[in-house]
């Protein structure tokens, strides 16, 4: 039987006083991290709740590129030496068990030992990883599938936690953080980690949401790209001071950088040569609500200024990381990064890097 995690998580009945009993396998897969993570820390939390507290662990190791199966076939024929019952998690990061794990995870469902709750947890899935031991799985148990949450459903992805931290918003202030979050689930549930504690128990609005979170945390690097991209220079210096000052590095910074400047070239590229730039904005995953800031930075700068860019933010790594060549200015990786941004947001200002210079 197939299910979604949070269906998943409502079966196992962590909010009874006699929650039902476990299936012998449960199967969790799917390419969004964190519904695989709660989903599997539900069945853990299960499996204490009814009194099992053993709990062996299947990965690859080392040079392995599968977990041990001969050990895990092993185990399954072998008595728990502390417990009654056990839990045993296998992962999956690939979500293919080969050949041999397929044929040990069937044996296994064939005949569920009464001892033993099997746990698969895998981070990609899709229709050509299932097979026959996926099946099994869900003959005797319980299979639930992450899906990446779609731009649409986001929404009410991020009203259903809020309701579930005991908070309340409107519909502007729901879109508000799902735009700040960008489809990225564990960026949402942080923000409503962080709302939880700071909210005053009103109705969120979207100023409130703004507000609450500007004073967790007054400069981010989402709103400092964002202040790049949209061409705003005077806001980029003024966060990036605030990031300085409260201890930032610029290494932790240049992740999200680096991944805006790809996406923008690799925009600039299909937009160069006449192709498809919806399709492209498909693509790079880019929602609609964010694509016209992409496309005002894309009138600013043509294709290989933003190659440029890209080349420029290396340059401020290896600044950042003390391994800048001799002769390269600024020795400041802030000032260089700052340089970066400001000529990602105003054209005059490119003169500022060595790459762009001819």
């Not at 001969?70 to 080969?98: D, H, I, M, Y």
Request: proline share 5%.
């Amino acid at each position: 039987m197939e299910l979604k995690p949070e269906q998943l998580v409502a079966q196992l009945g962590l909010d009874q006083a006699t929650p039902p009993s476990l299936r012998p396998a449960y199967l969790i897969a799917g390419p969004e991290p964190l519904r695989v993570l709660e989903a599997a820390d539900a069945v853990r939390a299960a499996a204490r709740r009814q009194g099992i507290a053993e709990r062996e662990v299947f990965e690859a190791e080392g040079n392995q590129r599968e977990p041990d199966w001969n050990g895990l076939s092993a185990s399954f024929r072998a008595p728990s030496l502390f417990a009654s019952r056990r839990l045993v998690e296998v992962r999956l990061p690939s979500g293919k068990p080969g050949k041999e794990g397929a044929e040990v995870i069937s044996d296994f469902c064939a005949d569920p030992p009464m001892d033993v709750v099997l746990m698969v947890t895998a981070g990609e899935w899709s229709k050509q990883h299932g097979g026959k031991w996926s099946e099994a799985i869900g003959r005797i148990g319980l299979v639930a599938v992450a899906w990446a949450v779609k731009p649409h459903e986001l929404p009410d992805w991020i009203e259903r936690r809020l309701r579930q931290h005991g908070l309340r918003a409107d519909r502007d202030a729901v879109q508000n953080l799902a735009d700040r979050v960008e489809g990225n689930l564990l960026a949402a549930a942080q923000e409503i980690d962080k709302l939880a504690l700071l909210s005053d128990g009103s109705t969120l609005d979207s100023a409130k949401i703004t507000a609450l979170v500007a004073d967790a945390a007054r400069y981010d690097v989402f709103r400092l790209v964002d202040a790049a991209m949209n061409g705003n220079g005077a806001q980029v210096a003024h966060m990036l001071a605030g990031l300085r000052a409260e201890g930032e590095a610029v290494p932790a910074l240049l992740g999200m950088v680096v991944m805006e400047l790809q996406r923008a070239a690799a925009l600039a590229r299909v937009q160069a040569k006449g192709g498809n730039l919806a399709n492209e904005f498909k693509a790079q995953r880019i929602w609609d609500s964010k694509q016209p800031m992409y496309r005002r930075a894309l009138q600013r700068h043509v294709a290989p200024r933003w190659d440029a860019f890209v080349a420029e933010a290396g340059r401020v790594d290896r600044i950042a990381k003390g391994r800048g060549r001799v002769g390269e200015e600024p020795a400041d990786a802030w000032l260089a990064l700052e340089r970066l941004l400001l000529a990602v947001a105003e054209p005059r200002a490119a003169k500022l890097l060595t790459v762009t210079r001819s």
